[in-house]
Antibody
């Protein structure tokens, strides 16, 4: 049973870089047919896709965030990470990592989510 | 960009009711449309993908369908554990977007 777990600071200062890591257990991040994604949910609001990465390292980002986002993968650690630069209070959200599958181009396994607050 | 709208945004229903939620796209999209259920403080849970395919382990009272640019999630007989917020999600031109959500509350 594949499980995902986010980790990282819960508080980030404005203008700094938000960094989170997702650890994958119960399966290999190098398994074919899957992609690995980050999704945010702003307080009391809906969901926004940030981007995804394949185990090969190929990435796709939401154009609205592309200038500030970097997603990377470490297959040796079975982890993938997101960095969001120049954060503001508007980036305060719950951040989820999720596994995507090409079968339906959707997200079938999610981490529990981690709350990140941007504040001085 | 394609925008998704959901209707209603809120509905009040009773256990045993048949519930229908609609997701409309601003323009034609593929059948890569999924439905999620989210409960407070929890991650979204995949219910339906490719418009009508039931995710493994999801009860058969959930079903999905498509008619043109309109997608529908139906819960045939609402159960106590189904009170939650439901989101649709689609992929188009390498961009994933989610609908604004429909909250299903107890009448």
């Amino acid at each position: 049973q594949v499980q995902l777990q986010e980790s990282g600071p819960g508080l980030v200062r404005p203008s700094q870089t938000l960094s989170l890591t997702c650890s994958v257990s119960g399966g290999s991040i190098s398994s074919g047919g899957y992609f690995w994604s980050w999704i945010s949910q702003y307080p009391g609001k809906g969901l926004e896709w940030i981007g995804y990465i394949y185990h090969s390292g190929s990435t796709y980002y939401n154009p609205s965030l592309k200038s500030r986002v970097t997603i990377s993968v470490d297959t040796s650690k079975n982890q993938f990470s997101v960095r969001l630069s120049s954060v503001t209070a508007a980036d305060t959200a719950v951040y989820y990592c999720a596994r995507g599958h090409k079968l339906g181009w959707t997200f079938d396994i999610w981490g529990q989510g981690t709350m990140v607050t941007v504040s001085s | 960009d394609i925008h998704l709208t959901q209707s209603p945004s809120f509905l009040s229903a009773s256990v045993g009711d048949r519930v229908t939620i609609t997701c409309r796209a601003s323009q034609g999209i593929s059948s890569y449309l999924a439905w999620f259920q989210q409960k407070p403080g929890k991650a979204p849970k995949l219910l339906i993908y490719a418009a009508s395919t039931l995710q493994s382990g999801v009860p058969s009272r959930f079903s999905g369908s498509r008619s043109g640019t309109e997608f529908t999630l139906t819960i045939s007989s609402l159960q106590p554990e189904d009170f939650a917020t439901y989101y649709c999600q689609q992929l188009n031109s390498y961009l994933f977007t989610f609908g604004p959500g429909t909250k299903v509350d107890i009448k």
